[in-house]
C-alpha cells in the first residue's frame, strides 16, 4: 500500500466497481476505463494524469511562493 491511493493500482478507489465498461482514452490502452477519480482512463493512466497534474501545480505553487516571498524590487529581465 502507498499513501497515494491513486498509485495503488489494488485500491479500493481503482477498482472494477467503477469500471465504465469502455477502454482507456489513452490511445493504443485497452485496459477498462474508471477509476474514483475519472470515468475516462484506466488506474494506470490516471495515475499518470494525476501526477502530471500535481507536479505542474506544486511547481506554479512553488513559483508563486518565492516571487510572494521576494521584497518587491525593479525588474531587471
Ligand atoms: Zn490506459
Given at each position: 500500500m502507498t499513501d497515494l491511493p491513486h498509485r495503488d493500482l489494488e485500491h479500493p478507489l481503482n477498482s472494477?466497481?467503477?469500471?465504465?465498461g469502455k477502454r482507456c482514452v489513452e490511445e493504443g490502452c485497452d485496459k477498462p476505463a474508471g477509476t474514483h477519480w475519472s470515468p475516462f482512463w484506466c488506474a494506470e493512466h490516471n495515475a499518470e494524469r494525476l501526477d502530471r497534474i500535481t507536479n505542474t501545480l506544486e511547481t506554479e505553487l512553488k513559483r508563486l511562493e518565492e516571487a510572494l516571498s521576494q521584497p518587491r524590487k525593479e525588474n531587471t529581465q
Open positions: 472494477s466497481k467503477y469500471h465504465t
